[in-house]
């Protein structure tokens, strides 16, 4: 099917910046919305971004106008560029995506990457 790997992770000090990039593989049809999404303990997994296939673009209030997604469609790789970051940004961030699979059963439905770890210091 279709396997999700995230990158790009890591400490780093309040207001600066990471990327993070997922790369889709395996057996792939079509792929549809990509997203980021992160989890911290005893929360529920929450979106961060999210872009559609024809470059759309949904941030959560809390990151508008200091995080960016963007895409690279012929190489099935999402990114996420986090800027300014505060320690509240401090999660484990996941990809996802919404795909057909090139194997049965053929249908679309979400694929989920692992997850990243990013930790903001104060």
């Known amino acids: 099917q279709v396997r999700l790997v995230e990158s790009g992770g890591g400490l780093v000090q309040a207001g600066g910046s990471l990327r993070l990039s997922c790369a889709a593989s395996?057996?792939?049809?079509?792929?549809?919305?990509m997203g980021w999404y992160r989890q911290t303990p005893g929360n529920q997994r929450e979106l961060v971004a999210l872009?559609?296939?024809?470059?759309?673009?949904n941030y959560a209030d809390s990151v508008k106008g200091r995080f960016t997604i963007s895409r690279d469609s012929t190489k099935n790789t999402v990114y996420l560029q986090m800027n300014s970051l505060k320690p509240e940004d401090t999660a484990v961030y996941y990809c996802?995506?919404?795909?057909?699979?090139?194997?049965?059963?053929?249908?679309?439905?979400?694929?989920w990457g692992r997850g990243t770890q990013v930790t903001v210091s104060s």
């Open positions: 996802s995506a919404n795909a057909m699979p090139g194997t049965a059963p053929l249908y679309n439905r979400d694929f």
């Open positions: 872009i559609t296939s024809d470059e759309g673009r």
């Open positions: 395996g057996s792939i049809f079509r792929i549809n919305n």
